[in-house]
């Protein structure tokens, strides 16, 4: 699964120096950390981005989207115990739900995501039904019980909120092409990366998409895009050696041990950001 660890409201496009530097001079400074563990999410970092997000939320427990970053860059690394625990905290954490608790009923399994998701079913009855950040903690939630029908239509119904969230319309993609619906998805991570065009993460799940669907041309050149923004996402150069072993071009599989994107661009054209 890859999501996007856009939260709200969104900051300018992030430059990941600055944000170190910033660490480096003021290592309590917990929105410094969640931004540089934002940038490294929307690398397609998640392991760098979580080590940012947890000393984000170290700092301030109270920090609501370095938590929602936490769960889902957990989720994306697939210890979906961790994930539930950050969206737990989540909503306990926030103030609009101060005091919110669940009552056991027939129907309770007992298990963490049965919890955590009576809880966010009841957070968002409490906000009416239309709260788009408890209308996002809710579609990954169902993503982690692969119920992935009902979380279409809540990422979706959190964009009637937030038209122009590209982090939004990136889960939507990822959660159809989780479901095998990836030409489906195409559309949605397109909306994402014209919200976000240098957003290495959505140019890799596009990527992924076309994979999915054997257009492994297609797949090469959106990892290369992807590697453009971010040439240390090691493990997309191994998705691009895979594309050019299906495209039985063993040439340019074999340049892939390089990693030096330079070395295919008589080959595609590569956007120039």
């Known amino acids: 699964m890859l999501f996007s660890n856009s939260p709200t409201p969104h900051p300018p496009l992030l430059h990941r120096h600055i944000t170190e530097s910033a660490v ?17 999410a929307e690398n397609d970092c ?3 981005a979580i080590i940012c997000l947890e000393r984000a939320v170290e700092r301030d427990p109270y920090n609501l989207p370095a938590l929602l970053a936490l769960g889902v860059s957990y989720v994306n690394e697939l210890d979906h115990n961790k994930a539930l625990e950050n969206l737990q905290a989540w909503v306990q954490h926030n103030p609009k739900f101060a005091g919110l608790e669940i009552v056991k009923d027939a129907y309770s399994d007992g298990s963490l995501v049965d919890e955590v998701m009576q809880l966010m079913l009841k957070a968002l009855a409490h906000s009416g039904g239309k709260d788009p950040d408890v ?43 989780n479901s095998a619906r990836s030409e489906e998805a195409m559309p949605a991570y397109h909306r994402a990366l014209k919200l976000r065009p240098k957003y290495a993460r959505g140019y890799l799940n596009l990527g992924i998409c076309h994979a999915n669907l054997n257009n492994y041309s297609e797949a090469a050149r959106h990892y290369l895009t992807a590697l453009t923004l971010n040439s240390k996402a090691s493990h997309i150069w191994s998705y691009l050696r895979i594309a050019f072993t299906c495209l039985d071009r063993f040439d340019l599989a074999k340049l892939t041990d390089k990693r030096d994107v330079s070395l295919f661009k008589d080959e595609f054209t590569l956007p120039d950001f």
């Open 135 to 177: 209308l996002e903690v809710l579609g990954v939630l169902y993503n982690v019980s692969r119920d992935y029908n009902n979380a279409v239509k809540t990422f979706k119904d959190a964009l009637s909120n937030r038209p122009d969230d590209y982090g939004l319309w990136n889960k939507v993609g990822a959660t159809l092409a």
């Open 24 to 40: 480096q001079q003021d290592d309590s400074n917990a929105e410094a950390w969640r931004l540089l563990g934002q940038s490294h």
């Open 46 to 48: 998640d392991p760098q």
